[in-house]
């Protein structure tokens, strides 16, 4: 299981908010190529970072950050937030990240990602299936909808996904666990899926309940930068 330590960016600076609230946004570091590389330094190798402000606005804006990070780095960089257009998505591309995730245009332009898809490859493109009540959420969790996650899944797996970041916005930022139902449920049902637990981590017990489940990875934001868990804990549990 891959350990994903994610940056979140509003304005060029790493924050976090609570429950995908941007009124509940506390900043941790005006420069966030210092936050990858600690992760780096730790021996972490991948990073999931977020452009808040592109979710905002649907269109990338925090582009540079991507850049310094993947051209200073050698962390595999999977890139979410405001990638809508086929310019936003080479651009990305350009600036360094592996892969990019897919989330509210999968919802409100399907035909884009599936092109996408086909172009670029399933390895290069994550389904986003952030959800409510197990109900899919959009547009950095601030519009709901009323598609039902399993459902949301089963079709763009029949499309040829292979990789999905869920986050139950619900849990997000509140350091109370996991959906680890969610998580069982959809492994359940998609066995061949690469599922990224993402939301609600707290602690190391948390992680090593997500590893016994053989997710695929876990995304880890709050729980690091409010020493829940400490990157030495994280380095060890890699060497596992």
Not at 15 to 24: A, F, H, S
Not at 71 to 84: C, I, R
Request: charged share 30%; with cysteine; aromatic share 8%.
């Amino acid at each position: 299981m891959y350990i994903i330590p994610a940056i979140d960016i509003i304005e060029g600076k790493a924050v976090r908010l609570t429950q995908g609230d941007y009124n509940q946004k506390k900043e941790y570091n005006a420069r966030p190529l210092e936050v990858a590389k600690q992760f780096e330094d730790a021996g972490l190798t991948r990073l999931h970072l977020v452009d808040l402000d592109g979710a905002k606005e649907k269109r990338v804006i925090n582009w540079k950050v991507l850049e310094l990070i993947a051209s200073k780095t050698n962390l595999h960089v999977d890139f979410g937030g405001g990638v809508q257009s086929d310019d936003d998505l080479r651009m990305v591309f350009e600036c360094g990240a592996k892969q990019v995730t897919g989330g509210s245009i999968a919802v409100k332009q399907p035909d884009v990602l599936e092109r996408w898809l086909s172009q670029y490859g399933p390895d290069k493109i994550i389904l986003g299936a952030d959800a409510k009540n197990e109900k899919i959420a959009v547009s950095g969790w601030e519009e709901g909808t009323e598609v039902w996650i399993y459902d949301f899944l089963e079709k763009w797996t029949e499309k040829g996904v292979k990789y999905v970041i869920s986050t139950d916005v619900a849990k997000d930022g509140l350091l109370q666990g996991p959906s680890f139902d969610l998580y069982r449920n959809m492994q359940d049902q998609f066995p061949d899926l690469n599922i990224i637990a993402s939301g609600g981590v707290s602690n190391m017990d948390d992680i090593e309940m997500l590893a016994d489940m053989d997710v695929f990875g876990v995304i880890v934001g709050k729980a690091i930068y409010e020493g829940r868990v400490t990157l030495k804990e994280l380095q060890q549990f890699n060497e596992q």
